[in-house]
């Protein structure tokens, strides 16, 4: 039971009060009970008190209360067909929904776990091409807020962290989660990684990123897995391990720290760069038919990179000079916000 838990899908949900729960319950079986003391009531001749031979609407209401509630007395029957016939019909299948009602938590509690064990295999048949973060502290957000930024939507984005809390945070969001370890294989079956499409590795330790990245490459050989370590020299490492990107933390937290002190102006250009929808915005795109055979100056964006067959060529290398069938471009344009206020 221990290691189910910790390997817990949860899907985000409207979160109800424990009050409202019961409250709703209340009301449910409180509508039942009255149902009953009306079918009751518009046919009063049809029942028989044992005590006086009449059926007041009193009488009606205490009918009501104690066939709803099985405790059945049996001083007020029913004595015409037509009343024997609702009872049939109408009363008895009540009294089975007000004992649901009743019983309604402990069966809640009872079924719970299958109830969620359903809907999580439903969702992770429906899901492909998504996006996994493992890890949801601060390097994982950040990545998450880029990517819905980029219109990437929430329900194509799952977390996994072996923090409940971080899970609850992250479903508070709209986002689905796993609760576990991202180095262990069933873990990451959990959130689909056979037909994930990127894997971000976001953890707090380096020996662990790399373990995650060797344990996601094996299962998914052909996913896009952007990893980042603390340090420089575990760098090799994680790229060994499967890694199509690294990036290292801590040197580029130095050279920014750096580039601030000699030129404030570059430094906040580059973070401009870092925060999409404002100012200038770099990304990737595929090359347009009309560009091809062209050079990066002939395009209507600022070309500051050619990708081909996944190396990275800067608009300056030769290789670069004619555009190929295939190739992808990185470019600087102005964000949608810059172009709207203009």
Not at 124 to 141: D, E, F, M, P
């Amino acid at each position: 039971m221990k290691g189910d838990k910790r390997t817990t899908v949860r899907l985000p949900f409207v979160v109800v009060s424990p009050l409202s729960a019961v409250m709703r319950r209340v009301f449910y079986a409180a509508c039942a009970l009255l149902v009953v003391f009306l079918l009751v009531a518009v046919d009063l001749d049809g029942y028989k008190d044992n005590y006086d031979g009449k059926v007041s609407l009193l009488d009606a209401l205490y009918y009501a209360t104690v066939t709803v509630s099985t405790t059945g007395y049996g001083d007020i029957t029913p004595v015409t067909p037509m009343a024997r016939l609702v009872n049939i019909v109408a009363i008895t299948p009540l009294r089975v929904v007000f004992l649901v009602i009743l019983v309604g938590t402990t069966l809640e509690v009872l079924t719970r776990r299958t109830r969620e064990e359903i809907v999580a295999k439903h969702w992770r048949s429906r899901l492909k091409n998504h996006t996994i973060v493992v890890g949801y502290g601060t390097k994982g957000r950040a990545a998450i807020r880029t990517l819905i930024e980029n219109d990437r939507t929430k329900d194509s984005i799952i977390v996994i962290d072996p923090n409940g809390s971080e899970i609850e945070e992250a479903n508070n969001l709209g986002l689905a989660g796993v609760i576990g370890d991202g180095t262990r294989s069933d873990v990451l079956n959990r959130a689909a990684i056979t037909q994930a499409r990127e894997v971000i590795v976001a953890t707090q330790r380096d020996d662990t990123t790399a373990l995650v990245t060797l344990t996601a490459r094996q299962l998914n050989p052909k996913a896009t897995i952007v990893a980042a370590v603390r340090e420089a020299e575990n760098d090799p490492l994680v790229r060994q391990g499967g890694a199509d990107v690294v990036i290292t933390s801590s040197d580029a937290a130095g050279r920014m720290l750096g580039i601030a002190t000699q030129s404030p102006a570059v430094s906040s250009l580059i973070d401009d760069f870092l925060v999409y929808g404002s100012g200038l915005d770099l990304y990737e795109r595929p090359i347009a038919p009309h560009e091809v055979g062209r050079g990066p100056r002939d395009c209507s964006e600022i070309v500051v990179a050619v990708v081909r067959k996944g190396e990275v060529m800067t608009y300056a290398d030769p290789r670069a000079t004619r555009l190929l069938i295939g190739d992808r471009l990185v470019v600087i344009h102005v964000s949608k916000a810059d172009e709207t206020e203009k």
